[in-house]
């Protein structure tokens, strides 16, 4: 079926490292990819997103990526802060622009 | 005004209680959607309304009942829930046409059935 999968489930870096996630999809056609942050007891929020007609987006500390034809795309966050730690979901549309599927997570910790 | 409103904030309840989850938002978004979250587990897609009519039902059990009574308010019915209906109930909106804009989730109800 349409999924999402989204590695690695946990990632510990130290302050000032750089942290990378990866998602892949299975609905080639999405075409909309955000990634939200979750703190511990709080809503998702929106950190950044992509677009399918764009290969590469960045905002300050943040990057994602898109690769289309391989049907992965990754989030950037360099050099990581404390405030970093948090849960990470990708996602993407299935099988319908409004049936946004979150990837399962990825808690990040920035230990200092 | 970004904010999605959601009331209450925690709700217990038994499993023969009658109860609704409110969600308002006032940034004129005309999609809003409704999250299902365990522990530890991404949010799951329960339904979707566009311009105040359901266009998507995850397949949701009966006992959860959506309704729209217009462009600013979302509200959950709940009915003879289950134990494992437990979890953290999220409200979302977006503009225009689906989440292919930025979704705001509202801070959630965590519901314990009991």
Redesign the interface.
């Known amino acids: 079926g349409e999924n999402v999968e989204q590695h690695p489930s946990t990632l510990s870096v130290q302050e000032g490292d750089s942290a990378v996630i990866k998602c892949t999809y299975s609905d080639s056609a999405s ?2 990819f ?1 990634w939200y942050k979750q703190e511990l007891g ?5 950190i950044i ?1 992509i ?1 399918s007609n764009v290969g590469e987006k960045k905002d300050q500390r943040i990057a994602v990526t898109l690769n289309k034809t391989a049907k992965h795309f990754s989030l950037h966050i360099t050099e990581t802060q404390p405030e970093d730690s948090a849960v990470y ?1 990708c ?1 993407a ?1 299935l099988g ?10 990825t808690k990040l910790q920035v230990i200092p | 005004d970004t904010e999605v409103t959601q009331t209450p904030k925690h709700l217990v309840m038994g499993m023969t209680n009658k109860k609704s989850l409110k969600c308002e938002q006032h940034m004129g978004h005309r ?1 809003m959607y409704w999250y299902k979250q365990k522990a ?6 329960m339904f ?1 309304y ?1 311009y105040e009519k359901l ?2 039902n ?1 397949s949701v059990p009966s006992r959860f009942s959506p309704e729209c009574p217009n462009s600013s308010l979302l509200n959950l019915h709940l009915h003879a829930l289950q134990p494992e209906d437990s979890a953290l109930y ?1 409200c979302a909106s977006s503009h225009g ?4 804009t ?7 109800t965590r519901l314990t059935v009991v």
């Open positions: 075409n909309y955000p709080k809503r998702p929020q929106l997103d677009r979901f996602a549309p319908g622009y409004q049936k946004v599927t979150f990837g399962t997570g | 999609a530890k587990k991404p949010p799951e897609l979707v566009s266009s998507i995850e999220l046409w689906g989440m292919n930025e979704a705001f989730f509202g801070q959630g």
